[in-house]
């Protein structure tokens, strides 16, 4: 007998025919003895349309109201949840996050939790309950109604699974697991069986948008073993992300690359021609540090003068704001040849706990890319990841000649 988090998400539970299938598959879960939790979204689509209601009365909601508001999306799921599990014949009882206590701080809208009390699930299921438990929600030390974020759901599931220290955390969802690229851009794109932690955040960060990154954090951070299923079969084992060293002995063989990851959602800050001295990044990216603009890339490059050229990405929404911030802010002090702003840039990267073993991988992009003649602005690297930023028209060319170039629909 297992314990076991089942989190649905918001299109396997869209109507009564999904909640059906749902309540079938915890049957035939429990059937074989095992305990299960069931973490559901809201039905697909009504988060946003409680967000619309909210807005018909005001453009800038209450954040404590607004958080009334669209935590009723799973509270309406967990009953139907409930009624579908007792048509089966099977005990279920619902539980709000206010009612489990799942106790998170007061930022509402993007509550972090800080405990939750496993005690009266735990002895539901000992009496032989399905628990159903309502994802995206808690409540503050004063019970105020809280939401964890935008796909919170996840945290949820990982959550409760951490709390209950189940076997297993179940992301069922509408893909049968995550794959080695997005099979829109790769037909041949492959399900991975199972993919670390670490490789999973690369890939969940930068846009393979199949769990929150948050939750995958959450569940490396308290060993939850995560599995990704569809809810829409019953085939498959899904994908299983799991720790390095316990995937190592298994496999011998290990692949270099799992997955290429890609985004659009990125823009490119040049500033050329700036003084080569102590503290010229810090005067660059201090101030948008302090505007809370999220940097991801940078490169600074000495010139052949005493100048040096420094670029760096932002989110693409952010871009203007942050060409604001140099131009006003820093521009009087650094004097710069040329500022300038790019948001036709896309980011690719091979992603791949392989590479820390193998010496050559960056090179093996860079010259599959040079073949295809597209040119890369900037390059980035860490162990376990390298990422290149090219013209975003190249961006589909460029997933496809690498997933082809590191083998990866035969692995
Ligand atoms: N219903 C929430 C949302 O749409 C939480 C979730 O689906 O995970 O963001
Ligand atoms: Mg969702």
């Known amino acids: 007998m297992a314990l076991i988090v089942q989190k649905y998400g918001g299109t396997s539970v869209a109507n009564a025919e ?19 939790v069931v973490v559901v979204s809201a039905m697909s689509g009504e988060t946003n349309r409680l967000i619309g209601l909210a807005k018909e009365i005001t453009l800038d909601p209450d954040p404590r109201e607004l958080d009334v508001i ?24 619902s539980y709000t996050g206010s009612q489990v206590r799942i106790l998170t701080n007061d930022s509402h809208g993007k509550a972090r939790i800080i405990d939750i009390d496993g005690q009266n699930m735990q ?20 019970g105020n109604i809280t939401t964890l974020g935008r796909g919170g759901s996840d945290i949820t599931g990982v959550a409760l699974a951490a709390a209950l220290k189940a076997d297993e955390c179940q992301i069922y969802t509408d893909v049968d697991g995550v794959y080695t690229t997005d099979p829109r ?9 199972k993919i670390t932690f670490e490789e999973m955040l690369e890939l969940a960060s930068q846009g ?12 490396g951070k ?55 001295t102590p503290g010229i990044a810090y005067q660059i990216l201090g101030p948008i540090a302090d505007a809370n603009i999220d940097v991801d890339m940078i490169i600074q490059n000495q010139g052949a003068d005493d100048t040096t050229d420094f670029t760096f990405t932002v989110h693409k929404n952010e871009m203007d704001k942050a060409l604001d911030i140099i131009r006003k802010q820093v521009q009087p ?44 602005q900037m390059i980035s690297t860490s162990e376990i ?11 589909e060319l460029a997933v496809r000649v690498l997933h082809k170039a590191f083998e990866l629909e035969t692995a």
């Open 333 to 376: 002090n650094i004097h710069a040849r040329e500022i300038s702003g790019d948001d036709n840039i896309a980011k690719v990267s091979v992603v791949g706990v392989g590479m820390r073993s193998h010496v050559g991988i960056a090179s093996q992009m860079f010259r599959t890319l040079s073949e295809e003649g597209i040119n890369i």
């Open 123 to 142: 002895k539901d299921l000992d009496d032989g309950y399905v628990v159903v438990v309502a994802g995206f929600q808690g409540c503050d030390a004063n």
């Open 222 to 276: 308290y060993k939850v073993k995560l599995r990704v299923l569809s809810s829409f079969t019953d085939e498959g084992e899904g994908t299983l992300i799991t720790f390095e060293e316990d995937s190592k002995d298994e496999n011998m063989e290990e692949p270099l690359i799992s997955g290429i990851a890609f985004n659009r959602d990125e823009a490119k800050v040049t500033v050329l021609g700036v003084p080569d």
């Open 70 to 93: 669209v935590s009723t999306g799973e509270q309406v799921t967990i009953g139907m949840t409930c009624l579908a599990l007792q048509e089966l014949g099977l005990k279920a009882k």
């Open 208 to 219: 393979s948008k199949v769990l929150q990154t948050r939750s995958v954090e959450f569940a």
């Open 185 to 193: 851009v790769v037909p041949e794109a492959r399900r991975l069986e």
């Open 18 to 36: 999904r909640i059906r299938s749902l309540a079938s598959r915890v049957g035939r879960f429990k059937k074989m003895g095992h305990q299960i």
């Open 385 to 395: 990841k390298v990422a290149v930023v090219i013209d975003e028209k190249y961006m």
